[in-house]
């Protein structure tokens, strides 16, 4: 006798990516049939297809939208998008285009800046050692403003705008003496640090002097900056109350005030479903009470605001692509093992930061498990994304994908192990097209020319 028991159960599919996950995505993407998903009308397994992997992909449109934003929440405001998040031609005309300035860090990022037409009156230059190449090409160029940072720096400058028969416009960089930012080695707003001149011992005090000293430079204003991937507004308040407090001990003792006050950026993003950002409306409204009220308190003129976003445009509108090449199963871990790694986003070697990778370009049916994603280099820490759920029969082959990527991976890489840096395409309205190349074998050749 044969007995029939219940059917066995149907496999269940991995569930679609929902508003939840995907909130962490550019807007435009949407989950296909496939398992795969589509940004920027371009489905991920075609991108990785066509340009290969490792891949940076750039939603064209969710940058314009971000630089938007800003330009709506602060529309009083001097906007400075942080070429150091990521800077290429495209992405210096579209932030250009959508009413932004550049906040660049070097003679490489000014001179590229430039060449994709963006005015350098609009650009700022910063740097806590700027080279003498530096600030050649800023004053050839003729940048609207560079950030004092160190009390050396003004004698040089001075010297080279007295040479060049330059007026040169520049903004003391100040320490407020906040504690702000996600990890230890980005905040920049307290003491004892690389960057900028204290309040507290009254360095900045005395260098606002010597600048005011100096005929052939005129302080345009005070700058701050505070910290990285900060997600509350109360940070940014404390600097404002601050900042106005030395404007007006700069108006008691030299009778004259900074008409500018730059916050810096360092506005945080979410990596992950359910991580914080910062609301950029209500860090507008706040910062504008906060300094309305300050400067009242104060008798002072409202200073024109200059914000300088980098992370929170460019972070949300990257996603990148890599291939499994081996998956190792432990009593402990399971490792998938991908094509790229810590020579295309050194950021969590560096910070310890964390991502939500994604299976795309085809359908599981596996339970998820948690799994480590590591890279191709030989660095134990070479590790992408620690303990993330995937599909259990994740396999070599296999397609990842990593959302909230535009910001300090290509900026940062390297080519660690003689691994070239990954191509980036933007996408947008259905079509692809490639913004900087892969580094190849021959480039990194080309510089070896000894014997």
Known sequence: ????????????????????????????????????????????????????????????????????????????????????????????????????????????????????????????????????????????LGVGRIVIDSPSEIARLAAAAGAAGARVRVMVRVVPGIAAGAHEKIRTGTADQKFGLSVADGSAQHAVARVLAQPDLELAGLHCHLGSQITSAKPYLAAVRRMVGLMARIRDTHGTVPPELDLGGGHGIAYRPGEPALDVPALARKVRAELIESCATAGLTVPRLVIEPGRAVAGPSGVALYRVLAVKRTEAHTFVAVDGGMSDNPRPALYGVRYAPRLVGRRSYAEPAPMTVVGRHCEAGDVLAAGVPLPGDVRPGDLLAVPAAGAYHLSMASAYNLVGRPPVAAVRDGATRLLVRRETLDDLSSRDVGR
């Open 1 to 140: 006798m044969t007995t029939v028991g219940p059917p066995p159960a149907a496999p269940v599919a991995s569930a679609p990516a929902g508003p939840a996950e995907l909130s962490v995505w550019p807007a435009s993407t949407v989950p296909l049939p496939t398992g795969d998903l589509a940004v920027g009308g371009v489905p991920l397994a075609e991108a990785a297809e066509r340009f290969g992997t490792p891949l940076y992909l750039l939603d064209e449109d969710e940058v314009r939208a971000r630089c938007r934003t800003y330009v709506r929440a602060f529309p009083d405001a001097d906007i400075r998008y942080a070429a150091k998040a990521f800077l290429c031609r495209a992405m210096a005309r579209w932030v250009a285009e959508e009413g932004l300035g550049l906040d660049v860090c070097s003679a490489g990022e000014l001179e590229l800046a430039v060449a994709a037409d963006v005015p350098p009156e609009r650009i700022l230059l910063h740097g806590n050692a700027k080279s003498p190449h530096d600030l050649e090409a800023a004053l050839r």
